[in-house]
């Protein structure tokens, strides 16, 4: 499948049934130190007018970013109307340690999470946890018990967790994870595990060609996945960014992207400009596609800067003022509207 070579689409409204908009999130990471965090509250800020459905914040891999994840969480939580989501990452941590964390964000209101593994230490000497969670299956498990524990021993809990239920989000990868050396079908396979451990929907690793996220989609719908695959996209207006992503995540930047970005001169900043409309334009088209191919939304990776994000979702028709031009209407408003 290729991207759709128009612009986006005709709002689809019959003014009747529900319409079914796309949803739209964002990844964000904890400030790395305590300057950067006024920038980050204004780039908050900035994406909170995009009326996202939820924001994503990060957890370094075995907790390095505990307090300031939890920090980031909070201030969400308690100074915007922004729906957080904790990433939570299990490897080389105890169950009990984990479980402490979950209760710590359980305590301060937080009710979603994405639940990783993480990627252990590049040194040779790391071993697991002999006590810790192996997959990230098994925090997702872990996350249930430990709110059905809640709710059992407290009636105050369950009917918090009735109005506002737990919900749990897992990685998902297009291209197989190259991090952790396996296959799409192995990545499949763990899915579906996660999905049977409760999880409620899964985001998926960055990717750049619809057919990537088409293909995993339908193989893990053969396996027997269920849950809405969101797909992850990175805004495509930094070269110097996208070859960072694929040092960390092993996933190439296909040539045709950074040939076309790499055409400008990085030291002119007319030449900038025109960079961020080519790259801003490689963005919509994809969003455009996997929209097409069936995605429930997008989830986009912001790297703490709201500019490249915003156009991406204005081209594409997903901006918070504008109507969503994918807005799709769903299936009962389908039928004609009676004219007598
Ligand atoms: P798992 O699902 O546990 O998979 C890890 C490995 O075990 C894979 O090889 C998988 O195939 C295998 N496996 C798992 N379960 C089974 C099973 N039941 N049977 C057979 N094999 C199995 N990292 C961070 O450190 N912090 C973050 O905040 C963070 N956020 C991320 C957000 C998204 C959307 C994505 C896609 C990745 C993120 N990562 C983050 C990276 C992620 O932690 C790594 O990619 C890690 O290698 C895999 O994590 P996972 O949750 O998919 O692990």
Redesign the pocket.
Known sequence: MTSPDRPVHPPVTDGLGAVDRPTVSFELFPPRNPDAAPRLWATVQELAAARPDFVSV????SGSTRTTTRALVRRLLRETSLTPIA?L?CVGTSREDMTRTVEEFLDEGVRSF?A????PPADESWRPHPEGLP???ALVALLREIEQRRCATSAAQAVRAATRPMSVA????PRG?A????TRE??V??LL??QEAGADFA???VFYDVDDYCELVALARDAGVTVPIVP?IIPMTDPARLRRVQQLTGVPVPARVLDRLDAYDPDDPADVARRHRAGTRLGVDLVNAVLDGGAPGVHLYTFNTHGPALDLLAGAGLGGDAPRAHSRVTAPSLTPVPTT
């Open positions: 990060t957890y370094g891999a990433h990452t994405l990783l593994r993480g990627d997959t990230a299956g897992v990685a998902a990868f994870n991090g952790s050396g396996s192995q990545d396979a763990a595990a996660k985001i998926t690793q992850g």
